[in-house]
């Protein structure tokens, strides 16, 4: 399975919140990429995306394991580790980011401030600049609208280059379930479509973006 895919995984150190958000010209992205677990981590894994690493890491994580002692695993038994693309944070705010060397261009990450973020089959590198900015522009917005606005910025400043079709938004508290969890599986502007889930979301459950 090879796609394009960018993707910011971030925590909140006011809110002890982790969480993920994700865009690609693939369907329902959010049913493969984004992995949170209530103080634990963010993860995604992406490009010729091997899902089973976002909840091996998170168990890894509860077991002390750093996040590039987890890359480092998955690299030693992984014969498609180059093909990969995994960035993930934990609730300490240690972080790990690998793009392979066969996955396919634009492809590359960034680290900020609480967050990484990564793609493939991008416009450029302007896309990630664009995330990273967007999410450290206002700290005391709630985690899920500042992951929104890194993706909404790396969309507008290109995105996946072969287009639109899905995007999610994932972010967990204390709970043992993500308190926000939204999906647009398959829409011609799944990244605003999901701006407008999550404002219909906001005024359902207000208690859950603070």
Avoid at 101 to 110: F, I, N, P, R
Avoid at 174 to 187: C, G, K, Q, S, T
Wanted: aromatic share 6%; charged share 20%.
């Amino acid at each position: 399975m090879l796609y394009g895919t960018f993707s910011i995984t971030a925590r909140s150190p006011r809110t002890g919140e982790l969480g993920v958000a994700v865009a690609s010209k693939y369907l329902a992205v959010g049913a493969v990429v984004p992995f949170v677990s209530a103080g634990v981590g963010a993860v995604a894994t992406q490009a010729r995306v091997n899902s089973a690493f976002g909840p091996q890491a998170l168990g890894m994580l509860t077991k002390s394991l750093s996040p590039e002692d987890i890359l480092r695993e998955f690299g030693g038994n992984d014969p498609e580790w180059e093909f990969r693309q995994l960035h993930l944070i934990d609730a300490r705010g240690r972080f790990a980011c690998h793009t392979g060397t066969k996955t396919v261009d634009w492809a590359g990450h960034l680290v900020g401030v609480d967050c990484t973020v990564a793609g493939n089959i991008l416009t450029g590198p302007e896309v990630l600049d664009a995330m990273l900015s967007a999410f450290q522009a206002d700290p005391a917005q709630p985690l899920a609208r500042r992951l929104l606005a890194a993706l909404l910025a790396g969309d507008e400043a290109g995105g996946d280059r072969r287009g639109r079709q899905s995007a999610a938004l994932l972010v967990a508290r204390r709970e043992p379930y993500p308190i926000v969890n939204l999906r647009a599986d398959d829409h011609p502007e799944a990244p605003r479509e999901l701006a407008r889930l999550l404002d219909l979301f906001a005024k359902a459950f207000p208690q859950h973006l603070r």
